[in-house]
């Protein structure tokens, strides 16, 4: 059905969990191609800094996962891409464009429109700019992103 499988991810756990069904998509001899958004800091006479100071730590992850997705017999492998920290969408969808992307896989933070709307949302961005389909998992039940949503909508609430 998917040739082409994007999994947008930033090696967080939401990230991690979305890997689960793109990798079940791609079970059906589709290419994976995990997406990472190499988010910068650019002021002033910079060049441009890596936005997370464990940056190299989140790619050699990634590199990780991927290496595993392949001894399982799965195409897969690694585009990192460059942005500044507040298009990262954007640059997944121009990604997911030039890599000819069927759907992009994608985790949430689970944010309800309100805190989605305030903080922004990576995934609610993909959306509106994505070339093809987008799967949005939500966080699996039990994560430290779904108890924090579930602490702050109880002290909000």
Known sequence: MFKTIVWATDGSETADAALVPAK????H???????????VFVGGRSTGLPVHADERELEAK???????????????????????????AKVIAE?????????????TRGHGPITGA???SVTQQLLHLAPCPVLVVPPVKGSANA???????VTAG
């Open 29 to 39: 001899g589709s290419r994976l191609i995990a997406v990472h958004s190499k988010d």
């Open 95 to 107: 990604a997911a464009t030039e890599l000819e992307a069927d759907v992009i896989v994608a985790g």
């Open 62 to 88: 990634i590199e990780r996962q991927v290496a595993e997705l392949r001894a399982e017999g799965v195409d897969a492998f690694v585009e990192v891409v460059h942005g500044q920290t507040s298009n990262a």
């Open 24 to 27: 079940a998509l791609a079970a």
């Open 118 to 120: 305030i903080v922004g």
């Open 147 to 153: 108890r924090s949503e579930q602490e702050h909508a």
